[in-house]
């Protein structure tokens, strides 16, 4: 089952999580330079990563998608995730999230924006949702410009534990 591509760019595939995956979940958020803009700021355990694994299982059943892992093609290495979720911000409606995280060595090599707007045209043309929402951090400026570069559209922000989030909307 984890084996099987959700999605393929030129450098990149998606695969829906194995049962075993959360150490790989673990260390791709285990210091404090690759969690510093997520929820809590700190490394993440292995058992919140378990948990997250849980829930994007959770997500896949629910709703069809969720944050899938990231290999490199060439070689099926493990840099990240990437995909959706909903979130249940002000509004409360659990709009769709787009999110991704890579792996700090894999930084700097266009990964974000490549699988960003690979995400984006397959979301749509899947039906999921006519909008999508994605917020970063205010500090994030990296992957503010990958939301742009896309052509996610400045959204008033969100707050989001207790911290004014920058917020992009991209419809179809």
């Known amino acids: ?95 769709f999230e787009l999110g991704y995280s890579i792996r700090r060595e894999a930084w700097g090599n266009g990964y974000a924006t490549e699988i960003a707007a690979a995400l984006a045209q397959w979301f749509f043309s899947r039906g999921f949702s006519r909008q999508f929402i994605a917020f970063t951090h205010p500090e994030n400026s990296a992957s503010q410009r990958v939301l742009r570069k896309i052509g996610m559209q400045d959204h008033p922000p969100m707050t989001i534990d207790g911290i004014s989030c920058p917020t992009f909307r991209m419809a179809r």
């Open 1 to 95: 089952m984890s084996d099987i591509p959700v999605l393929e760019t030129p450098r990149l595939v998606l695969t829906m999580w194995g049962k075993d995956d959360a150490e790989l979940i673990r260390q791709l958020h285990s210091t404090i330079e690759t969690t510093r803009y997520l929820s809590g700021a700190a490394p993440w355990t292995l058992e919140k990563a378990e948990e997250r694994l849980k829930s994007w299982f959770g997500e896949q059943a629910r709703d069809g998608v969720t944050k899938y892992k990231m290999l490199k093609r060439e070689d099926g290495r493990f840099i990240g995730r990437a995909g959706f979720s909903r979130f249940q911000g002000e509004s409360g409606r659990g709009e």
